[in-house]
């Protein structure tokens, strides 16, 4: 279901040919382990450190996660009404949620076992994001969606972005935000500097939709259909420079980047798979059959669709390995059967 303009969501159709098509394979070298297998359905995994979060509608839409470290699995958010879109940095989640009259952002910090108000104002509040020290989202209170965020630390709200036009599907890392304006009538991509006050454009006006940014250091990545079909591209603040990353004529979906790491999905073979692409040795890799990915770096996890959908994950190989840049095609072509996942246990 796509809601509001900062929506991640992928259409129906989708997930309809993921899970008919999708046999919960991975690549031989990545690690690949169950983290969620519990019946219903699991989405939207991201990946922070030792905790995942994910949306899980198995006994209504509510908010769960894991830490990877005891392998536990418990309930981040379970009240009423639905809570979606969850994002984590460090040991805060956030998600939005609509227990109230409006759909508002909370967040949960797993450290305190404490849940956080972020924004419970009038008017909608999507999408939210965190890097664990400021919280940026999709904001309806001015009737038109603008950009917001919250400093963690210091309890406090600030606008980005509250121009004439639409903006939203914001990231966030460090000193660098991130979102989709459309006040130009096409969307483009611009950024802000906390550190600095100062907005700026990525992308030139280019009549293409852009959608799922995300930022790591000085790189942004996101989904380009400039060729006419999705694909992956990056921008890199520093320089200036903008590059392709993925642009396969498959059907790619849900990029994600950590470091010099970055991940999608495509169907490039006819099956909704895992790529990893490292920017620093240009070597693509297969991951694991699957979609949704999400990376911190050392980890990668993504809805499994072998029986159900449920969150799987794999340890990233080091850097310096020969299997990031040879593991991909030959893993394509002997899949091997993975073990049987875990359920949920208490925290």
């Given at each position: 279901?796509?809601?509001?303009?900062?929506?991640?969501?992928?259409?129906?159709?989708?997930?309809?040919?993921?899970?008919?098509?999708?046999?919960?394979?991975?690549?031989?070298?990545?690690?690949?382990?169950?983290?969620?297998?519990?019946?219903?359905?699991?989405?939207?995994?991201?990946?922070?450190?030792?905790?995942?979060?994910?949306?899980?509608?198995?006994?209504?839409?509510?908010?769960?996660?894991?830490?990877?470290?005891?392998?536990?699995?418990?309930?981040?958010?379970?009240?009423?009404?639905?809570?979606?879109?969850?994002?984590?940095?460090?040991?805060?989640?956030?998600?939005?949620?609509?227990?109230?009259?409006?759909?508002?952002?909370?967040?949960?910090?797993?450290?305190?076992?404490?849940?956080?108000?972020?924004?419970?104002?009038?008017?909608?509040?999507?999408?939210?994001?965190?890097?664990?020290?400021?919280?940026?989202?999709?904001?309806?209170?001015?009737?038109?969606?603008?950009?917001?965020?919250?400093?963690?630390?210091?309890?406090?709200?600030?606008?980005?972005?509250?121009?004439?036009?639409?903006?939203?599907?914001?990231?966030?890392?460090?000193?660098?935000?991130?979102?989709?304006?459309?006040?130009?009538?096409?969307?483009?991509?611009?950024?802000?500097?906390?550190?600095?006050?100062?907005?700026?454009?990525?992308?030139?006006?280019?009549?293409?939709?852009?959608?799922?940014?995300?930022?790591?250091?000085?790189?942004?990545?996101?989904?380009?259909?400039?060729?006419?079909?999705?694909?992956?591209?990056?921008?890199?603040?520093?320089?200036?420079?903008?590059?392709?990353?993925?642009?396969?004529?498959?059907?790619?979906?849900?990029?994600?980047?950590?470091?010099?790491?970055?991940?999608?999905?495509?169907a490039r073979d006819g099956i909704y798979s895992v790529y990893a692409f490292n920017l620093s040795?240009?070597?693509?890799?297969?991951?694991?059959?699957?979609?949704?990915?999400?990376?911190?770096?050392?980890?990668?996890?993504?809805?499994?669709?072998?029986?159900?959908?449920?969150?799987?994950?794999?340890?990233?190989?080091?850097?310096?390995?020969?299997?990031?840049?040879?593991?991909?095609?030959?893993?394509?072509?002997?899949?091997?059967?993975?073990?049987?996942?875990?359920?949920?246990?208490?925290?």
């Open positions: 279901m796509k809601k509001g303009i900062g929506s991640r969501k992928w259409l129906g159709g989708v997930f309809l040919l993921a899970l008919v098509l999708g046999s919960g394979q991975a690549a031989q070298g990545f690690t690949r382990f169950p983290i969620c297998t519990a019946p219903g359905s699991q989405v939207a995994p991201e990946v922070s450190g030792k905790y995942v979060v994910w949306r899980d509608d198995s006994y209504g839409e509510d908010i769960w996660g894991s830490n990877l470290s005891t392998g536990a699995v418990f309930p981040v958010c379970t009240a009423g009404g639905f809570q979606d879109n969850p994002s984590i940095g460090g040991t805060i989640a956030v998600w939005d949620d609509d227990r109230g009259p409006d759909r508002n952002i909370y967040g949960y910090d797993m450290a305190r076992g404490v849940e956080l108000p972020i924004c419970v104002k009038s008017g909608r509040q999507e999408m939210p994001v965190t890097d664990g020290n400021v919280v940026v989202w999709a904001d309806y209170r001015n009737s038109n969606w603008d950009v917001y965020a919250y400093d963690l630390a210091g309890h406090s709200e600030f606008p980005v972005c509250t121009k004439s036009g639409d903006q939203g599907r914001p990231a966030v890392d460090g000193n660098l935000i991130a979102w989709v304006d459309y006040s130009s009538g096409v969307s483009q991509i611009r950024g802000y500097r906390l550190d600095t006050h100062t907005e700026f454009p990525i992308t030139s006006v280019v009549a293409s939709q852009k959608e799922d940014l995300h930022i790591s250091g000085n790189n942004v990545v996101w989904l380009d259909d400039r060729l006419g079909y999705p694909a992956v591209y990056g921008y890199n603040v520093a320089t200036g420079t903008e590059f392709p990353i993925c642009t396969n004529p498959g059907t790619v979906h849900s990029p994600d980047i950590s470091g010099n790491l970055v991940v999608w999905s495509d040795t240009r070597a693509e890799s297969f991951v694991s059959t699957g979609g949704q990915p999400a990376t911190d770096g050392s980890t990668i996890v993504w809805n499994d669709w072998g029986n159900q959908f449920d969150i799987y994950g794999a340890a990233v190989p080091e850097p310096g390995s020969a299997l990031l840049v040879l593991l991909g095609l030959a893993a394509l072509r002997k899949r091997r059967k993975q073990p049987s996942g875990t359920s949920r246990s208490s925290k």
